[in-house]
Nanobody, 115 residues
Framework: QVQLVESGGGLVQPGGSLRLSCASSVKIFNFYVMGWYRQAPGKQRELVANIISGGSINYADSVKGRFTISRDDAKNTVYLQMNSLKPEDTAVYYC?????????WGQGTQVTVSP
């Protein structure tokens, strides 16, 4: 059974940094896509960044140049380094993995950017 467990969220001041981690219970090279989504109160869940098998990386326009997604296959973990955080980055961040027709989600981790 696939489990994705996020960690690293918290409260940070504007301009600060956080690194989110998503640990998988199975080998991550099995997944076609791994990525991060976020959902702010009253808004739809949106893609933040993802890595596609083969190395292609995509970022939402709102985070380009500030966030970096990476993966460590040896640790079966995907990371999201978030720099220059803004209040509008406040949301619950979810790890996502796609394997064939299956779509897996973590439980989410709260990120709050506030003075």
């Amino acid at each position: 059974q696939v489990q994705l467990v996020e960690s690293g969220g918290g409260l940070v001041q504007p301009g600060g940094s956080l690194r989110l981690s998503c640990a998988s219970s199975v080998k991550i090279f099995n997944f076609y896509v791994m990525g991060w989504y976020r959902q702010a109160p009253g808004k739809q869940r949106e893609l933040v960044a993802n890595i596609i098998s083969g190395g292609s990386i995509n970022y939402a326009d709102s985070v380009k140049g500030r966030f970096t997604i990476s993966r460590d296959d040896a640790k079966n973990t995907v990371y999201l380094q978030m720099n220059s955080l803004k209040p509008e980055d406040t949301a619950v961040y979810y790890c996502n993995a796609i394997q064939a027709r299956y779509n897996y989600w973590g439980q989410g981790t709260q990120v709050t950017v506030s003075p």
